[in-house]
Nanobody, 122 residues
Framework: QVQLVESGGGLVQAGGSLSLSCAAS????????MAWYRQAPGKQRELVAG???????NYADSVKGRFTISRDNAKNTVYLQMNSLKPEDTAVYYC????????????????WGQGTQVTVSS
């Protein structure tokens, strides 16, 4: 059984900063790509940022230069540092990870965290 547990988030004023973290636990042999997605009310879930195990990253255009994704492979944890936050960043943020539970298993599975609310007031 694999779990992704997110922490961080909350309420912040526009221009402020927040940090999210997501730790994977359970039966884990290897973790591939890790990512953060978000979903605002009435909108589809969208990719915010992703990071491969080797450290290569990609970002949504809307957050480039403001958000930074990083990971600690030894801790099976991914982070999202969010600076210069805007009201339009308000959403539930979800952690996602591609995980190989056991060596020799059928392959990587995609797991999701429970989501954490980020609210940016104007």
């Amino acid at each position: 059984q694999v779990q992704l547990v997110e922490s961080g988030g909350g309420l912040v004023q526009a221009g402020g900063s927040l940090s999210l973290s997501c730790a994977a636990s359970g039966s884990i042999f290897s973790i591939g790509r890790m990512a953060w997605y978000r979903q605002a009310p009435g909108k589809q879930r969208e990719l915010v940022a992703g990071i491969l195990s080797g450290g290569r990253t990609n970002y949504a255009d809307s957050v480039k230069g403001r958000f930074t994704i990083s990971r600690d492979n030894a801790k099976n944890t991914v982070y999202l540092q969010m600076n210069s936050l805007k009201p339009e960043d308000t959403a539930v943020y979800y952690c996602n990870a591609d995980i190989l539970p056991t060596l020799g298993g059928p392959g990587y599975y995609s797991y999701w965290g429970q989501g954490t609310q980020v609210t940016v007031s104007s």
